[in-house]
């Protein structure tokens, strides 16, 4: 695909008005997740724990809600200028001009598919941009740390829990 000079610069001043509004929008420093980041988060943990969540679906919610929980902790903890990296990252993911350019979801993150959501985060994980590619990567880290974070997913993976009496 040939892009123009002038679709280039057209992209290039849309996406620097994108991140400006993420950045004046996500500038209030370490804070609790929103309702919209949630809800994002969640979207993005059900499709990444698609094959280890249950089918039920009040318990499926029950564990994504807990995993979203932990991310929420994970994030928490994290450096300020990481935080707002993520904060970034969330508030693009939240705007939804940049949710369908940037990652082809265009319902809301309640209304989108596991399938939409697992294609936008396996485009991006192989997508040729490092930015896209460190971007799936936070969230694949994020998701799957808060879930193995839980003492109850360890069974799954026959881990017996961090050795205990050496302290």
Not at 65 to 89: F, M, N, P
Request: charged share 20%; aromatic share 8%.
């Amino acid at each position: 695909m040939i892009v123009s000079r002038r679709r280039f610069i057209q992209t290039g001043l849309a996406g620097s008005v994108l991140l400006s509004c993420a950045g004046w929008l996500n500038a209030a420093g370490p804070r609790a997740l929103s309702a919209g980041e949630r809800e994002m988060l969640a979207a993005v943990v059900n499709a990444m724990l698609d094959g280890v969540l249950p089918k039920d679906h009040p318990e499926r919610l029950r564990l994504v809600a807990l995993t979203v929980d932990g991310v929420a902790t994970a994030v928490s903890g994290l450096s300020a200028a990481t935080q707002k990296e993520l904060g970034e990252l969330f508030g693009l993911l939240l705007m939804a001009p940049a949710r369908l350019l940037l990652a082809g979801v265009s319902k809301p993150w309640r209304e989108a598919s596991v399938g939409e959501v697992s294609e936008f985060l396996e485009s991006w994980r192989a997508s040729r941009l490092r930015l896209l590619q460190s971007a799936y990567g936070a969230l694949h880290d994020l998701s799957f740390g808060a879930w193995y974070g839980r003492p109850d997913s360890w069974p799954a993976i026959a881990y017996p829990g961090p050795p205990r009496g050496y302290f």
